[in-house]
């Protein structure tokens, strides 16, 4: 997957909350290797993605994540991070940047998840919001364990700074996985809860990533057409508390 820029017809999207900062989704000068990433944004459906769709009368707390692709010494990768064991809500488990929506953020069904993805990001991880191209939203999506309805915004790091742990409270650790990781086989599962509920696994840089975060990267594997055959017989047990 080469890292030549390409240009790209730019499409845009701006808004802006109450006092806020008007927020740009473009697609214009991303590099060559997003290509794929890109289509499948464009045209996967929520069932494609998830079972788990928001609630059809409207309940559930509003919230986003953003799904950071960069690229390392390696190549292509993703920005995660492992949240604080003391949280209430999916303790210790890896995962996007993000969480709730703020009223600051704006109108939920505008450009409120994209003010809050980019808002969570730099105050979980220091990111700076500043370098990060946002290119596409995926459908809303429903996690019922917390109540969460979470819409995943896409972002190139176009111009990457420091990342690191802000609140020790809140986050155990910052880290970039490559792609190369997340599609070579061996490091691919398939996790198994108590309550018999089954799903993708990655089991990279001493990390098990499952759950709603893990069903993200797995489906954009899929539909960007970067997946590799891989066991899904290979089983990794959870817990009750997970």
């Not at 740009?24 to 929520?46: C, F, I, N, Q």
């Not at 010494?73 to 940047?97: D, K, Y």
Request: charged residues 20%; aromatic residues 8%.
């Amino acid at each position: 997957m080469p890292g030549a820029h390409t240009a790209r017809g730019a499409h845009t999207t701006r808004g802006a909350a109450p006092g806020g900062a008007p927020v740009l989704v473009t697609k214009d000068g991303l590099p060559a290797w997003l290509d794929p990433v890109v289509h499948a944004v464009e045209t996967v459906e929520p069932l494609q993605l998830s079972r788990f769709l928001p609630p059809a009368d409207g309940a559930g707390r509003q919230s986003a994540v953003l799904v950071l692709f960069g690229e390392g010494s390696r190549g292509p990768e993703l920005l995660l991070m492992e949240r604080a064991g003391s949280l209430r809500s999916h303790a210790g488990q890896p995962s996007f940047p993000g969480g709730a929506l703020d009223p600051e953020d704006g109108d939920p069904k505008a450009d409120g998840p994209l003010r809050a993805a980019l808002r969570e990001a730099e105050e979980e991880t220091g990111l700076d919001p500043g370098g990060v191209q946002l290119f596409g939203v995926l459908p809303r999506l429903y996690i019922p364990v917390s109540g969460f309805v979470v819409t995943p915004v896409l972002g190139w790091w176009r111009e990457p700074t420091p990342v690191g742990v802000v609140d020790p409270a809140e986050t155990a650790r910052v880290f970039t996985v490559p792609v190369a990781d997340l599609t070579d086989p061996a490091h691919r599962a398939t996790t198994v809860h108590p309550s018999g509920h089954r799903g993708p696994a990655f089991l990279v840089e001493s990390a098990l990533v499952w759950g709603f975060t893990a069903g993200i990267i797995d489906r954009l594997l899929h539909f960007a057409g970067w997946e590799l055959p891989w066991d899904r017989e290979k089983q990794v047990p959870l817990d009750w508390r997970a």
